[in-house]
């Protein structure tokens, strides 16, 4: 697979959001799209200013974002409804639970600014509780893109899937990296990069530092396989159970909580499929702070240097 | 009793004729306290669930799917009709014994309620039984579902008008506020909102919980044609969905001053009677009196 990695170019998934939505909104009359009031951040505004009579900002009312996507979709429409994380998955939750879950209606909930990187805002802005939120919920497919390109195929990959779905995106500008051939497939992840002596399982903007600690790990002589776990749920169990089979031991690499996210997931499918050692690299319990998103990502251990290091020591305690 | 079963109507706006004949009005009245035993019965049979606010409430219910409502109870989906969405879910029985009444599902389903294996859930679940539009049991979301579904119908250009019951209750979360504000911003003339104005919640009457009042000049401020009823009083409430539907440019509030546990006396009126199962002495006597009352009119 030929990875631009390093990459020099960098976009932001929400601009690959809008961009999507605007080119499904050319192709499919009943796709609408709704917001509360941070339509210039999740650039749900692209497709407000060319689809207007589709485009609902409801203000700064998340409950009523989410119940109003579910009239539209009991109706026919498929709703796109965006807002920041935190207030969509948090604030918003039990009417995601409710109207949109448990009668498992058609609405793509796509949230932006999650994460630490978020950056100077702080803790309050820095949902790290997301994954855990909307893997809970019945039937919720969650999806978390690599980069701007995989996000676009996300949103337009997704359209018609039956029931509700949850795509995770970041504030800040990320690496491209992902192939021209690369192709996002609901429920599997991708192998990026072959190894035999460790799997790094990443999601979301860590998948590219995994690239980069993978990097570092060769020149010890450690052959680090690198997997793009993009969809959250359902959860690839099988690529899972592969990495456990072939490289003994896992790594996973998430921007969230270290409850109920990736490292959760794919604990269970490793217990359940073929047991082996893993470490998890996240958030540990704690909340978020002020700071640039590079900061941040180095203070939370997000950095290819410190990614690798974790690995080899996690290597040397695990021995294979 | 000869109860008239809804048809749908393709041209009109609404189905609801500008008046009521003195026959017709006997004949709901009648009607809505059939229903009334119904769900004493459903209530009785399960032994649990929530009489107070249904029994209060059928006589705006049976005016509205009877008289007003477009909709087609063999063809529950149909694109073009009318939506009722019972937002305050724990009322279901009322809704229930409506919707068998109009052919929905056969009346001895109701029997089934709250039993596992039945479509007649605790609470109403879109899924599980047809007729029902939503799912109710988390108080204050169903305003927002309604003005969704009449967002939709004025993107597509459907006559369909959205009625959302809500309980006076209710009014005490956020989320319909909301809603009521966004109805209004987006001139919402095809939404109709109805309270259930029993003046009882869970833990006590409402004015000792958290008063609500003034609520018809809340509904007003915040943008919304408000009309005022007594909720037993069938020629009003039908006035009341005419004049609705003759509103132009904003969404439209019924509140509907209602008696909780109407027609059996040891109901009324007493907010314990929000949830609970009647002793089997205490059916008895709902149901001479449900009866008694029914032979009157």
């Known amino acids: 697979m030929q990875l631009s990695v390093p990459s020099d170019r960098q976009a932001f998934t929400r601009d690959a959001y809008g961009d999507a939505l605007a080119e499904l909104g050319a192709r499919r009359p009943e796709v609408v799209v709704l917001d509360a009031d941070l339509s210039g951040s999740t650039k749900t505004s692209v497709f407000g200013k060319k689809f207007p009579e589709r485009f609902f900002n409801v203000g700064v009312s998340e409950a009523d974002l989410m119940c109003t996507a579910s009239g539209l979709a009991r109706s026919g429409k498929i709703p796109y409804a965006s807002t920041f994380a935190v207030f969509g998955a948090g604030k918003a939750w039990e009417m995601i639970r409710q109207a949109i879950a448990y009668p498992g209606l058609r609405v793509r909930i796509v949230l932006s600014h999650a994460g630490v990187t978020v950056g100077e805002d702080g803790a309050s802005h820095q949902m790290l509780e997301d994954l855990a939120l909307m893997r809970a919920l019945p039937g919720m497919t969650v999806i978390v893109p690599a980069d701007a390109a995989e996000t676009r195929q996300a949103v337009l990959g997704t359209v018609d899937v039956p029931g509700p779905v949850y795509i995770r995106l970041s504030r800040n500008k990320t690496p491209v990296f992902l192939p021209d051939s690369y192709e996002f497939r609901l429920g599997r992840a991708t192998v990026l990069r072959d190894g035999s002596d460790v799997s790094l399982i990443a999601c979301g903007q860590l998948v590219y530092p995994a690239l980069l600690a993978a990097d570092l790990l060769q020149r010890d002589g450690i052959r680090a396989r690198v997997l793009n776990m993009s969809t959250l749920k359902p959860l690839d169990r099988e690529a899972v159970q592969a990495c456990a089979q072939e490289t003994g031991r896992i790594v996973t690499l998430e921007e969230h909580n270290i409850y109920g996210g990736l490292a959760e997931a794919v604990a269970r499918a490793l217990v359940e499929t073929h047991p082996a050692p893993l470490h998890a690299i996240a958030v540990q319990d704690r909340f978020g702070l002020s700071g640039t998103a590079d900061e941040l990502l180095d203070y939370f251990g997000f950095t290819p240097q410190k990614i690798a290091d974790e690995t080899r020591k996690f290597l040397k305690a695990t021995p294979a | ?297």
């Open chain 2, 1 to 297: 009793m000869n109860l008239r079963a809804p048809q749908p109507v393709d041209t009109a706006p609404s189905r609801a004729a500008d008046a009521l004949s003195a026959e017709d009005i006997r004949e709901l009245r009648r009607g809505a306290y059939e229903l009334r035993k119904d769900v004493v019965t459903m209530v009785y049979k399960a032994k649990s669930g929530h009489p107070g606010g249904a029994l209060g409430h059928l006589d705006v219910l049976w005016t509205l799917f009877a008289r007003v409502l477009r909709h087609d109870p063999k063809n529950p989906k149909w694109p073009d009709r009318d939506r009722f969405v019972l937002s305050n879910g724990h009322t279901c029985p009322g809704l229930y014994s409506v919707l068998a009444r109009c052919g929905y599902f056969p009346r001895e389903d109701l029997w089934t309620f709250r039993k596992l294996g039945s479509h007649l859930q605790g609470h109403t679940s879109s899924k599980h039984t047809p007729g029902v539009e939503t799912d109710g049991g988390s108080l204050g979301l169903g305003l927002s579902q309604g003005k969704g579904m009449a967002l939709a119908a004025r993107l597509d250009g459907r006559p369909t008008r959205v009625y959302v019951l809500m309980s006076d209750g209710e009014q005490q979360e956020g989320q319909p506020w909301e809603a009521a504000m966004g109805a209004a911003h987006f001139k919402l003339d095809n939404l109709c909102g109805i309270i259930d104005y029993n003046r009882i919640q869970i833990d006590g009457p409402l004015p000792k919980i958290k008063e609500i009042e003034p609520l018809a000049d809340k509904y007003r401020a915040f943008g919304w044609e408000v009309f005022e009823v007594d909720g037993h009083d069938i020629a009003r409430i039908h006035d009341a969905f005419v004049r609705c539907r003759k509103v132009r440019g904003r969404p439209q509030i019924v509140i509907a001053r209602v008696i909780p546990g109407r027609g059996v006396s040891f109901m009324e009126n007493d907010y314990k009677w929000h949830h609970g199962s009647p002793t089997p002495d205490q059916y008895s006597k709902a149901m001479e009196e449900l009866d008694a009352a029914i032979r009157s009119f």
